[in-house]
């Protein structure tokens, strides 16, 4: 009953099952994967709509033309069997140490514009496997001290860059939207932009706001220790939500990347019954990895579970909705009062009189009962299926 399908529009990255499972304290413990095979991967576990790649995670960066021509030959060809499509692709613009301190925001003006040029090339390579949303990461963006970068001129450099891009990709007519997606630290001891808001906040200052959006991603604001459910709100009221990284993290913690709902299961809900309510029906990207001592097998298992979670909790938001207890709860929590919605639902001089006038029994108001433990126990009954 939870099986996914291609409509759900799941997607994965080259980078997030192909990960081999290496960390800062040790290598890998996977055997690294070639681009086809795991698309082949990903083909085995069903209903996956698409995978997407950084630029280098499709062509290594010291790449000859040859080889190059031969990687996308036979990554076209997975493709075909699979039927997976990329919807999205970036750019690395961190590993290399070209990009230590930095892309766009780099101190070195040489830099910058290699960056610039890079996601340009970038941009053309997704737009050959049918792209249309662009992320930006900006993991290298960002200082470990404030004595070696200017944070006010670094805000420049990217928008300097970004209007460039968009008026790049616009000329080329290659149809992209932006998504930026903020993380507040790592690999950076810092980074700018450190949060989904900042983005919505810097889009409105570019050349082109209408092509930009975000990517926010669960992990990067628990790492912060915010409400990623809030985050995710702001972009969809302000239509920005372009695409979004479903994974997991314990909060306070370093990146982890753990499988979608895999620690968080009542934000989890709450983020799924954000999307299904105000019917966002874009990429669902599960920017997570398999645990580093699973086998392929178990990746395999990890990408059905990231899509399972999702269907269930679907299913339980559909439960919710439904559920007369917690409707009755939550119709006598919004208490409506047309008289009252009409003085402040639009600024008028005779509205304002009118508001200055009335009397309100503050008390009284705030006797009225708020049933919420009752309403947040319901919730927790219906996850636990009790
Ligand atoms: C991370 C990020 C990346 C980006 C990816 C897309 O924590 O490393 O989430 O996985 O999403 O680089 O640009
Ligand atoms: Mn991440
Ligand atoms: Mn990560
Ligand atoms: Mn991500």
């Given at each position: 009953p939870f099986a996914p399908k291609p409509a759900d529009k799941f997607t994965f990255g080259l980078w997030t099952v192909?990960?081999?499972?290496?960390?800062p304290f040790g290598g890998p413990t996977r055997e690294k994967l070639e681009p086809a095979k795991i698309v082949e991967l990903l083909g085995d576990v069903p209903g996956v709509h698409g995978v997407n790649f950084h630029d280098n995670d499709l062509i290594p960066i010291d790449a000859t033309d040859a080889e190059a021509n031969q990687i996308k030959k036979d990554f076209r060809k997975a493709l075909k069997r699979t039927g997976l499509k990329v919807p999205m692709a970036t750019t690395d613009l961190f590993r290399d140490p070209v990009f230590k301190d930095g892309a766009f925001t780099s101190n070195d003006a040489e830099i910058r514009a290699y960056a610039v040029q890079k996601v340009m090339r970038a941009m053309e390579l997704g737009a050959e496997f049918g792209a249309k949303t662009y992320v930006f990461w900006g993991g290298r963006e960002g200082a470990e001290s404030d004595a070696t970068k200017d944070p006010v001129v670094a805000i420049k450099r990217m928008r300097e860059a970004i209007d460039f891009l968009c008026q790049y990709s616009i000329d080329r007519k290659f149809g992209y939207r932006f998504a930026f997606e903020a993380k507040p630290n790592e690999p950076r001891g810092h980074i700018y932009n450190a949060v989904t808001g900042s983005y919505l906040a810097f889009i409105q200052t570019l050349k082109h706001p209408e092509m930009c959006g975000v990517n926010p991603e669960m992990a990067h604001e628990h790492m912060a220790g915010l409400n990623f459910v809030h985050q995710v709100a702001a972009a969809l009221e302000a239509g920005k939500l372009f695409h979004i990284d479903l994974n997991d993290q314990e909060f306070g913690?370093?990146?982890?990347?753990?499988?979608?709902g895999s620690i968080s299961y009542k934000h989890s809900f709450f983020l799924v019954k954000l999307l299904v309510d105000y019917k966002y029906d874009g990429l669902k990207h599960f920017d997570s990895h398999a645990f580093r001592q699973s086998n392929y097998d178990d990746v395999k298992a990890f990408a059905r579970g990231s899509m399972r979670t999702y269907k269930i909790l679907e299913h339980k938001v559909k439960q919710f909705n439904k559920d007369k207890d917690i409707q009755k709860l939550l119709r006598q929590i919004n208490r409506k009062s047309k008289a009252a919605e009409q003085l402040v639902s639009k600024y008028s001089k005779s509205n304002a009189n009118a508001l200055l006038e009335r009397e309100f029994d503050r008390k009284k108001l705030a006797e009225r009962p708020l049933p919420y433990e009752e309403l947040d126990q319901r919730v927790f009954d219906l996850m636990m299926g009790v």
């Open positions: 192909g990960n081999p499972g290496a960390d913690r370093f990146d982890q990347d753990y499988r979608f």
